[in-house]
């Protein structure tokens, strides 16, 4: 076998093992020194010209392609179940049972945006389809079902679409629980707030600063009767005393005040002092008699 030959098998086989296309260098790195690198790929290349498998250059480098009018054998076709998405679901159910409706109208039952792509995936299983324009300012599109979807949910007509009471016998709507709480407080409020349970109505009537079975006294409020301290309890003899001399002084009318007491502690003022004899005082001198 010449030289050239083995040259031209070791290139094959390092094309054919190769898992990405092999530029010169990476060619010529592994092939013996002196090996005409160009020639060979030439004669590979038209040695593989109509075969099944055909040498081609990519992108400056070297790969084994199927030939191109066998590509159908590569082909495999397989049917991928796409599951609808909570959006898609609620849109097409808004679709069905208002049809023909707007973008609009879907978004308002829905209460939130909807993105272009839940419409477009509907319409590409051919189960929506545009009615056309509503005579309204703007023309927006309306929206409906096609035959491909009552053919799917096996309907003869879309009237025949289970009602509200039949989901809810069939276990597929449930009631709005926001809507039944709302009526729950609002059959509660109706009663008086006293009327519940003991421990309801023991605490309705600590928030009111109220004791248990007792009323407010007249002309005061509740709170300003629960919070009046008894000022009598627990004084003593002296505290009681203090408190008659107080309230006695508040009673003496004009400016005088009581005498105060012999050994007193009372605060009292001070009597004015005498001016001694010979002290100089400040009075207005008499002019003297000119004659």
Do not use: C
């Not at 592994?30 to 160009?38: K, W």
């Not at 030939?67 to 054998?73: H, I, Q, T, V, Y």
């Not at 349970?197 to 009111?208: H, I, K, Q, R, V």
């Amino acid at each position: 076998m010449s030289e050239q030959a083995k040259h031209l098998r070791m290139l094959e086989a390092l094309l054919f093992a190769a898992a990405e296309p092999l530029d010169l260098p990476s060619l010529a790195a592994r092939l013996p020194d002196g090996a005409d690198l160009p020639a060979l790929l030439t004669e590979l290349a038209a040695r593989y010209e109509g075969r099944g498998v055909n040498l081609v250059k990519v992108a400056r480098k070297w790969a084994f392609r199927t030939a191109p009018d066998l590509a159908f054998l590569m082909e495999r076709e397989k049917t991928v179940t796409r599951r609808l998405s909570r959006a898609a679901v609620e849109t097409l159910a808004i679709i069905a049972y208002h049809q023909p409706v707007t973008r609009a109208e879907i978004e308002e039952v829905r209460g939130v945006g909807m993105s272009r792509g839940t419409l477009d995936m509907l319409m590409e299983s051919n189960w929506v389809r545009v009615r056309g324009r509503r005579r309204s300012p703007g023309r927006p599109v309306t929206y409906g079902t096609t035959d491909e979807f009552l053919n799917h949910f096996n309907l003869e007509d879309i009237g025949d679409l289970p009602g509200v009471e039949e989901l809810k016998r069939a276990g597929l709507l449930q009631p709005d629980p926001l809507a039944s709480a709302t009526a729950a407080a609002g059959s509660s409020m109706e009663a008086s707030p006293l009327d519940g349970s003991p421990l309801d109505n023991a605490l309705e009537e600590e928030s009111l600063g109220l004791p248990e079975n007792e009323s407010p006294p007249n002309g005061a409020a509740p709170a300003e009767a629960a919070a009046a301290p008894d000022r009598d309890a627990g004084a003593g003899p002296e505290d009681l005393a203090a408190d008659t001399a107080a309230d006695a002084a508040e009673d003496v009318p004009g400016d005088r005040r009581p005498e105060p007491e012999s050994g007193s502690d009372s605060l009292a003022a001070a009597p004015v002092q005498e001016p001694e004899a010979g002290a100089q005082t400040l009075s207005a001198a008499t002019p003297s008699d000119p004659s």
